[in-house]
C-alpha cells in the first residue's frame, strides 16, 4: 500500500552494540508508548508491534495516532544502528476528510449552478487537499519523531 492508503517509511537510530535484549527493550518502549498513545489494541509478534487505533476513542486532535487506523512497527538489529520500520494505514483519515469535501462540495455545486461561478468548484478539492494533506503531512513528521524519540530512550536504559 502506499499513499495515500498508507504511510510506509524507516528511521535509523545510531546504536552501539545492539544485542536481541536492545531490540526487545525498544519493541516494549514502542508497545507501551502506543498504549500510553491510547491505541486500542496493542500486540507484540515476531513481525513487530501491531497496533489498532479505532474511530471511535476519545482523545484529542493532538493525539499521535489521530491520522493512523491501524499499523505495524518492526525493530531490527544492523551492525551500526537500529532500524525501525513502519507502515500505517491512513485509510479511515482518506475516508472520513474525502467524505467531508464531497459533503461540501454538493453544496458548492448547488450554488456555483445557481450562481454561475465555476471557479468555486475547485474548493472541495482544496478543502480535501488541505484536510488531508496537512494531516498526512504532520502525521509523517510526528510519528518519525516519536519513534526516533521513544527509541533512543529505550537504548539509554541499559
Same mark, same amino acid.
Given at each position: 500500500m502506499t499513499f495515500p492508503?498508507?504511510?510506509t517509511g524507516a528511521i535509523d537510530v545510531p546504536s552501539q552494540g545492539m544485542t536481541a535484549q536492545s531490540r526487545d527493550r525498544v519493541e516494549l518502549a514502542i508497545s507501551d508508548w502506543l498504549v500510553a498513545s491510547k491505541a486500542t489494541q496493542v500486540t507484540v509478534s515476531?513481525? !513487530?508491534?501491531? &497496533?489498532v487505533a479505532g474511530l471511535f476513542r476519545f482523545v484529542l486532535n493532538t493525539n499521535i495516532l489521530v491520522p493512523f487506523n491501524? !499499523? =505495524?512497527?518492526?525493530v531490527m538489529a544492523q551492525p551500526q544502528t537500529l532500524r525501525v520500520e513502519y507502515t500505517l494505514s491512513c485509510r479511515l483519515m482518506l475516508a472520513v476528510t474525502s467524505a467531508i469535501a464531497a459533503f461540501t462540495g454538493v453544496f458548492v455545486v448547488a450554488f456555483a449552478i445557481k450562481d454561475g461561478a465555476w471557479f468555486v $468548484?475547485?474548493?472541495p478539492v482544496i478543502m480535501w =487537499?488541505? $484536510? &488531508? !494533506?496537512?494531516?498526512? $503531512? $504532520?502525521g509523517w513528521a510526528r510519528i518519525? &519523531?516519536?519513534l526516533k524519540q521513544v527509541a533512543q530512550q529505550a537504548l539509554k536504559k541499559r
Open positions: 492508503v498508507s504511510l515476531a513481525e !513487530g508491534v501491531k &497496533f491501524s !499499523g =505495524t512497527i518492526s $468548484l475547485v474548493v =487537499t488541505w $484536510l &488531508f !494533506g496537512m494531516n498526512y $503531512l $504532520l518519525r &519523531f516519536a
